[in-house]
């Protein structure tokens, strides 16, 4: 199983319940990148857009390209009003962008699936002189706010969460200095989330090692999580660090 198109199987719950990013991260990406109409972008592994619309909304001429076949086809469908938006149903780590180059260069969640050695050199030579190249994430505390529940959460994992294929995916952000990127910044924005058992359930069931669950393990799993939850009020509070990394080709 090629772990990278785990999340092609579920295209309509992935755009339902991935986590947002903010406005400010927008607001600031698109600052440091003097992004407006004329100027090229390109995002790798879109999934269904969730860093996707205040892009195009800047006129830009836009192009992503999704490994996942069902994901590109559902998102081609989501953005056909804009006439800015293009997307290939592509690798990029081996897609040939032939001479084509961009203004901006930016991953929502994807770039640590590609080994930096390859993406960051690739994203490098494919940037145009004085281009942006722009990594966005999302790290969620969910013990902060839930002390109690969050070890009754654990003691569910431990006992029944035995996915087929662990997520192992590393990658040092910080690392791009060392591919010849400067003026590299990063930005943090913070919001909390409060999500019923229901909602947690469906959030978690679109994370990479979750959506290989099988049984007898996966029915359990997610029963055993909604009982903890609601065992606790039916609530459960997630502070969710936003993150933005920005730099520049000299």
């Not at 009020?233 to 502070?239: A, D, P, S």
């Amino acid at each position: 199983m090629d772990f990278r198109k785990v999340f092609d199987s579920i295209p309509k719950e992935f755009d339902r319940w991935r986590t947002r990013y903010c406005r400010e991260l927008f607001n600031d990406l698109i600052e440091y990148s003097k992004l407006e109409s004329g100027k090229t972008v390109l995002e790798i592994g879109p999934g269904t857009g969730q860093a996707t619309e205040p892009i195009l909304k800047t006129g830009c001429s836009y192009l992503a390209i999704e490994l996942g076949e069902n994901l590109a086809k559902y998102t081609k469908a989501k953005f056909s009003s804009y006439d800015n938006f293009q997307i290939v149903n592509g690798d990029f780590e081996t897609y040939n962008f032939e001479n084509e180059q961009f203004d901006l260069v930016y991953s929502a969640a994807t770039i640590q699936w590609i080994p930096e050695e390859i993406g960051f050199n690739k994203v490098y030579n494919i940037l145009k002189s004085n281009g942006t190249f722009a990594m966005m994430l999302t790290k969620t505390d969910e013990k902060s706010g839930n002390e109690l529940l969050y070890s009754k959460i654990q003691e569910v994992y431990d006992k029944y969460f035995h996915p087929e294929t662990e997520y192992t995916c590393k990658l040092n952000y910080n690392n791009i200095k060392n591919y010849g990127f400067s003026d590299i910044e990063c930005h943090k924005y913070y919001k909390v989330r409060e999500l019923n058992a229901d909602e947690y359930v469906s959030w978690i069931s679109t994370h990479a090692s979750h959506i290989t669950l099988s049984e007898p393990y996966k029915s359990k799993f997610y029963s055993g999580i909604k009982d903890a939850i609601i065992s606790f009020g039916n609530n459960i509070k997630l502070y969710d660090t936003i993150i933005l990394y920005l730099a520049r080709k000299s």
